[in-house]
């Protein structure tokens, strides 16, 4: 049983963002002394500060700051950052203020400032995009993990003689080589590094596609001829670019390496995503780039950010300047991060390069890196990060694991696709992955050894969902919100029994390989109740109008329910068709509370309805989710169990 405080608490667990800021300073002089050079021009004699900021204390709380002075570059910074609605917290030393102003030590030497917990090493501005100390920064970003240097035993990087995907891009050694050529891996020696390009596709036309796209019929001249960068979007010349600048010769990206079109082998290739993002040296994401004419290395946001170096201050030599570090707001709401598709790719990802519009994050499982040089760790959410996805979260409570599982969906629901019935397809590797750290088996996001609380998912907003249609293939059963376009959520439950009748059972007429795609439960009609639409929501009440059960349907159905008498039992239908019999509403129950008192207990369960046309006549299938009082379902001493489809 799983109470509603535990699952309180985990939902602030993951969704806090409580990020921690460790000391640490492993980058080379030479490099720190380039950086340095590359800073714009700023606001640096003692002259131009006011006598108040001359030798500012920096551990004087808010409410303690002098009136800013007109003329005095760091009063006009102060008073910007820290004139906002939101600061309540006046009483904090300017130090621990840093969620609004930025507070650095000078990185070159430790001689003119006093490093503490507080005040650590960091640039004020961000570096020009796709400059060579650009570059410099992210080698050496990649030669720390490398070496171990994230706090992770060098566990980030990927392991001697891993999968490699089917084909990849020889970027050449020559940094300006005009042209790229395509390769097969299967006789390539291994251990080769390679680099994957995380990007939103956007809507090309039909010609764009054609002139950039790998197909059956360019596929060989690729191979044995190459093909001209500057005949790729700019998103895909930016990462040729990159990997070239990192020393990585080897570069994949979706319509290059899998073969688009007609006779194409995206079907099989779409199935190896885990193996392609695993096993990647690294991952550049295209963060910024809403479509791939856009690249990513001309920020569109190029920093024009003002700071103060304060010579004398109570902790020797520091930069001031406005907050600038935003990890959240740039990658987590980033137009990339937004996408279906790009949910297990990151997830997946040992590690990821992100090029936002304002600057370079490293991610990896030490945790995050900024261009400013500032390092953040934030334990709550260091499975996003997990070199070995999902192990971290497996040493953890059961719980956890339900609440990583429900979030991703939530989350991955409420993302663009632009093919709907990709749905399954989209998440696929990313479940996989999941089952297999969670020793289960998982068919069409619905977890076995979660199966209960899988199934008790609804749609999250008050516009109906949308059953997806597949001309193809076997599509999802109901059950599964894979069915549907929309956005769900899973209903927090406290203090449940479990129905044992409820289990997967194999089909053997599905095309899926070791898909478990029947689903059994007992299902039970409705008694002396009926459903009331309320707005969007849909109330069950008793004969005097008393709510004894709530109703979330799926999608918008047509009819509306109404109570049908039969041997003076009181069922609950809705009509189809004229002419044709009404459809009866009932209930497969899930689960039960362990409180309450007998009759008005709640159970939890999927309501469902009888199929009409051969060959599923008999069987079930999912019409919503909700919750209704016992003595409203009618329990007839008969174990109905039956097949939801």
Known sequence: ?????????????????????????????PLKAELLSDLPSNYETSSELCDGCLNIDLTMTLSSLHHPEERCPLCQILSKCLNKDEIKETKIPLLEAQRYVRICAVPASQDDSVWSSSIKPGLPVFLQSGSSSHFKLIKEWLRLCDEGECSESGEC???????????????????????????????MRQGIHYVALSHCWGKPTEEQKGSWCTTRKNEEHRRTQGFPVKQLPQTFQDAIRVARELGQRYLWIDSLCIIQGQGGDWGTEAKKMETVFRNAYCTIAATSAEDSTKGFLNRLEESNLQYVTVPKSSHGKVYVCESIDDFSGDVDEGILN??????????????????????TYWECGGGVRCE???????????????????????????????????????????????????????IDSLAMALAKAFN????YGIFERYLHR????QRSQDIPMRRIFYPAGDPPPSWSWMAYHGHIEYSIIQDVEWDRSVQFVRNVASSMENDSNVLE???RRLQDCEIKSEGTKHIIRDQNDNEVGHL??????????????????????????????????????????????????????LFVTECVTPPEFGKFERLGMGWIQQRFILFDGQDDVVQIL
């Open 521 to 523: 439960a007992r299902v």
């Open 552 to 605: 979330c349907f799926d999608i918008q159905l047509d009819h509306v329910i109404r109570v049908q008498t039969n041997n003076e039992v009181r069922y609950l239908c809705y009509d189809t068709q004229p002419g044709k019999a009404p459809i009866e509403v009932r209930c497969a129950i899930i689960g039960r509370e362990t409180g309450g008192k007998d009759g008005k207990r709640k159970y939890y369960v």
């Open 454 to 457: 899988s199934l008790l998912w």
């Open 338 to 359: 937004k996408r279906a598709w790009v949910l297990q790719e990151r997830a997946l990802s040992r590690r990821t390069i992100h090029f936002t519009k304002r600057q």
């Open 1 to 29: 049983m799983l109470s509603l405080t535990v699952f309180v608490f985990l939902c602030q667990f993951f969704a806090s963002n409580k990020w921690t800021y460790p000391s640490y300073d492993a980058f080379s002089a």
């Open 440 to 443: 289960t088996n998982v068919s």
């Open 157 to 187: 990087r990927p392991k001697l003689n891993a999968a490699m995907p089917t084909r990849l891009i020889d970027v050449g050694e020559n940094k300006i080589s005009p042209t790229v050529c395509l390769i097969l891996t299967d006789k």
């Open 372 to 426: 400013t040089l500032t390092y953040m760790r934030n334990e709550n959410l260091s499975f996003r990060s997990d070199p070995e996805f999902p192990h971290s979260i497996m040493k953890r409570s059961r719980a956890a694991q339900v609440e990583l599982f429900q979030s991703l969906f939530t989350d991955y629901s409420n993302f663009g696709i632009t093919e709907v019935t990709d749905r399954p397809i989209a």
